[in-house]
């Protein structure tokens, strides 16, 4: 974990680093201001309020204090993308648990999959594969069989030709065309499988009955690849209320405006007080800096302990926003660019949107909870506590202890989608663990972002 001395930090801070785009290059000669959240995730320098871009629903604003003059920058400012990280060894899984997070999969078991004439499946990490096609020569003999009863994730194989057909996605084309994921380790590695979260999943499980099918867990996402441990799917989606993920809520600005900040990857380099960089501006490093630093960052995986007491020099590598200008009104709101990979349904700076498939109506939220929001308690279907008046998602049923129970969806907007897809009712109504005819693509994500707890994947 990445916060071992919460008791030592009770504000935010900021740190002055500069940064490198691999380990072994050496750093650039530009001192930037690292910003980092106090031990309870609160981030003094940075707010979040209401957006001011149609449509954005909350956005995060500057916030000018003793430490640092949003008005009139000494240094550029790094804004960290904080997220729960999954590590995972290629880029074929990292896009699977993608389509998980969106809800395009199908549930089912091991034993369906051999009765459909799949032979059976054994473990080899988060999948399930043949045992002719366990691991490679160097793991040995592949485990045991699957039990019949294992519940797995079947998932459209990344490079499938048929993966795609009138934006529906098809599972029917047989064994080599898709993929099967262990469920329940699916669940642990995204952050899905622990208590208080099981509602998340059973939103994701709808999606078979296209019921909630715009609503799913891979809007504020992003990745990286660190050489020196994979690739990291980073998730700050506001369902999970972690306040340290607060920069994965900073939006794009509208149609024809230029973002204020740019997304980056890099390692930073603590600076240290006798650096010539920083003696050359009249800077030094705040109190509390070097504990702010060892506690929310993590050196590169496999990196020599430093000396006793000395904290790590080199971060790992991050996602990053980055300013890209001297001054900035405090009430004005950030933005962002995501990038032309970035599929949207609304028109962002230079960037087209793209058409929706058919139309969803947008979120109304009560008044009352708009003007109690507190970041991560925000109003939206993603928070039990405040959700919209139309199309709620979930609900808290007292006559369980308060679970969270799961809502069905609009009936109209069901059959809307149905209709949009060309899918029949027989199709649409087959039940959980059989395959269905066709399934959706995965939905475009809303916002990129980046928090700091981890699940390693061997």
């Given at each position: 974990?990445h916060?071992?001395r919460?008791?030592?930090l009770?504000?935010?801070?900021?740190?002055?680093v500069?940064l490198?785009r691999?380990?072994?290059?050496?750093p650039?000669?530009?001192?930037h201001?690292?910003l980092l959240p106090?031990?309870?995730?609160?981030w003094?320098e940075?707010?979040?309020?209401?957006?001011?871009f149609?449509g954005a629903?909350?956005?995060?604003f500057?916030?000018?204090t003793?430490?640092l003059?949003?008005?009139?920058?000494e240094?550029p400012?790094?804004?960290?993308?904080?997220?729960?990280?999954?590590?995972?060894q290629?880029?074929?899984?990292?896009?699977?648990?993608l389509r998980v997070?969106?809800g395009?999969?199908?549930?089912?078991?091991?034993?369906?999959v051999?009765?459909a004439?799949?032979?059976q499946?054994?473990?080899?990490g988060?999948?399930?594969?043949?045992p002719?096609a366990?691991?490679?020569?160097?793991r040995?003999?592949?485990?045991?069989p699957?039990a019949?009863?294992?519940?797995?994730?079947?998932v459209?194989?990344?490079c499938?030709a048929?993966?795609?057909?009138?934006?529906?996605?098809?599972?029917?084309?047989?064994?080599?065309?898709?993929?099967y994921?262990l469920?329940?380790?699916v669940?642990?590695?995204?952050g899905?499988?622990?208590?208080g979260?099981g509602?998340?999943?059973?939103?994701?499980?709808?999606?078979?009955?296209h019921q909630h099918?715009?609503?799913?867990l891979?809007?504020?996402?992003a990745h990286?690849?660190?050489k020196?441990?994979g690739?990291v799917?980073?998730n700050a989606?506001?369902?999970?209320?972690?306040?340290?993920s607060?920069?994965g809520m900073i939006?794009?600005?509208?149609a024809?405006?230029?973002?204020?900040?740019r997304?980056?990857?890099?390692?930073a380099?603590?600076?240290?007080?006798?650096?010539?960089?920083?003696?050359?501006?009249g800077?030094r490093?705040?109190?509390g800096?070097?504990?702010?630093?060892v506690?929310?960052?993590?050196?590169?995986?496999?990196?020599?302990?430093p000396p006793r007491g000395?904290?790590?020099?080199l971060?790992?590598?991050?996602?990053?926003y980055?300013?890209?200008?001297?001054?900035?009104r405090?009430?004005?709101?950030?933005?962002v660019?995501y990038?032309?990979?970035?599929?949207?349904?609304?028109?962002?700076?230079k960037?087209?949107?793209?058409?929706?498939l058919?139309?969803?109506?947008?979120?109304?939220?009560?008044?009352?909870?708009?003007a109690?929001?507190?970041?991560?308690?925000?109003p939206?279907?993603h928070?039990?506590?405040?959700?919209?008046r139309r199309?709620?998602l979930?609900?808290?049923?007292?006559?369980?202890g308060?679970a969270?129970l799961?809502?069905?969806d609009?009936?109209?907007l069901?059959?809307?989608r149905?209709?949009?897809l060309?899918?029949?009712?027989?199709?649409?109504?087959?039940?959980?663990?059989t395959?269905?005819?066709?399934?959706l693509?995965?939905a475009?994500p809303?916002?990129?972002?980046?928090f700091?707890?981890r699940?390693?994947?061997?």
């Amino acid at each position: 974990p990445h916060f071992a001395r919460k008791s030592v930090l009770r504000i935010s801070m900021l740190v002055y680093v500069v940064l490198q785009r691999d380990a072994a290059v050496a750093p650039n000669g530009t001192v930037h201001a690292l910003l980092l959240p106090s031990a309870d995730g609160e981030w003094e320098e940075l707010s979040v309020g209401p957006s001011q871009f149609a449509g954005a629903g909350f956005g995060v604003f500057p916030r000018s204090t003793a430490r640092l003059d949003w008005g009139a920058l000494e240094t550029p400012v790094l804004m960290p993308y904080l997220g729960l990280e999954t590590v995972v060894q290629d880029a074929h899984l990292l896009k699977l648990l993608l389509r998980v997070l969106q809800g395009n999969f199908v549930p089912l078991t091991a034993g369906e999959v051999a009765a459909a004439g799949g032979g059976q499946l054994v473990a080899d990490g988060l999948c399930a594969v043949p045992p002719a096609a366990f691991g490679g020569r160097r793991r040995g003999a592949p485990p045991p069989p699957l039990a019949p009863g294992t519940e797995l994730l079947q998932v459209a194989h990344t490079c499938a030709a048929n993966a795609f057909k009138g934006k529906v996605q098809s599972l029917s084309a047989g064994r080599g065309e898709v993929c099967y994921l262990l469920s329940e380790e699916v669940q642990g590695v995204l952050g899905l499988g622990g208590e208080g979260r099981g509602h998340l999943w059973q939103l994701l499980l709808l999606h078979m009955q296209h019921q909630h099918a715009d609503r799913n867990l891979a809007t504020h996402v992003a990745h990286v690849w660190r050489k020196e441990e994979g690739y990291v799917l980073i998730n700050a989606h506001p369902a999970f209320a972690e306040p340290v993920s607060l920069v994965g809520m900073i939006n794009e600005p509208p149609a024809g405006e230029a973002p204020t900040t740019r997304m980056i990857q890099a390692y930073a380099r603590l600076l240290d007080d006798a650096d010539p960089l920083l003696a050359a501006r009249g800077l030094r490093q705040p109190d509390g800096a070097r504990e702010a630093w060892v506690a929310h960052t993590l050196p590169p995986q496999g990196a020599a302990p430093p000396p006793r007491g000395v904290p790590h020099p080199l971060s790992e590598r991050m996602v990053l926003y980055c300013t890209t200008r001297k001054a900035y009104r405090e009430g004005s709101e950030i933005s962002v660019d995501y990038g032309v990979s970035y599929s949207r349904d609304y028109a962002s700076s230079k960037h087209r949107a793209t058409p929706a498939l058919y139309k969803v109506p947008s979120d109304e939220m009560c008044p009352r909870d708009c003007a109690r929001a507190r970041w991560p308690q925000l109003p939206g279907w993603h928070n039990p506590d405040m959700q919209p008046r139309r199309r709620p998602l979930f609900r808290k049923d007292a006559s369980c202890g308060g679970a969270i129970l799961v809502c069905p969806d609009d009936p109209a907007l069901v059959r809307r989608r149905k209709q949009a897809l060309g899918i029949d009712d027989e199709a649409a109504a087959e039940p959980l663990g059989t395959p269905p005819k066709q399934r959706l693509p995965p939905a475009p994500p809303s916002i990129a972002t980046v928090f700091a707890k981890r699940k390693r994947v061997a």
